[in-house]
């Protein structure tokens, strides 16, 4: 059973729903891997399948960008839900981080 978002206390006593967390991530992916690298981070690819094992994560994004590279967007409930999830699957998480550093030239996080 998923649990539901924490509230938080707005200024009226009322309560109201946790901010929903984007994780962005901008990549140079290698030419001769672009395949397996539009395969990997799509919405349907390896990092959502393990996302998708944790509670509070809604889905993943992939953007081609006019100067070559390209966004990821993970889109979660809650900042606790994600650090519940980087918690719980950080042996995963490093393994599958280093296994897909060879589709990549670049890789830089844009915001959390």
Not at 60 to 87: C, K, N, Q, V
Not at 103 to 110: A, S
């Amino acid at each position: 059973m998923a649990r539901a978002p924490r509230a938080a206390r707005a200024g009226n006593g009322v309560s109201a729903p946790a901010r929903e967390l984007r994780i962005v991530w901008r990549y140079t992916p290698d030419p001769q891997r672009l395949p397996e690298f539009l395969a990997t981070y799509a919405s349907d690819g390896v990092w959502a399948e393990l996302f998708r094992q944790a509670d509070g994560y809604l889905g993943t994004e992939l953007r081609s960008l006019a100067d070559g590279t390209y966004r990821t967007i993970d889109r979660w409930r809650s900042p606790d839900d994600y650090r519940h999830f980087r918690a719980r699957f950080a042996p995963v998480y490093a393994l599958l981080d280093e296994a897909c550093a060879a589709l990549t030239l670049d890789k830089r996080q844009e915001t959390t």
